[in-house]
């Protein structure tokens, strides 16, 4: 996917590149686009302070499970992620906030936080 999202980047030249998608692509962070991103699947996944763990399923009101979700959440993922940000900032994209497989809140290009 990532070397053909390079070749219709460099064939269409948009002015905007919009994302709904759960992991990122260094070919759309790394364009001359303004990139954008939106999350329709699970909002939540934006992720908030009063909010549970994304993907935990466990109840906003009781944090009671909370911080042993976010344990194993980092054992399953933690390698993974590693992996996968070596390869998104290998073409010089910024790298992914820690355990997260998306930028986040925030436009490369504009600046926008």
Partial sequence: V???LREIVKLVKPNVIVEDNVVC????LTSDALFIRIVSCNPLEIGRLNTAPVFSGLPANDRSQWAAFQTEYNCVHRHL?????????????PPLDDLQFMMYLHSIQSGIV
């Fill in 25 to 28: 692509f260094p070919a759309l």
């Fill in 2 to 4: 990532e070397s053909r």
């Fill in 81 to 93: 992620w590693h992996s996968f940000n070596q390869w998104v900032i290998e073409p010089r994209a």
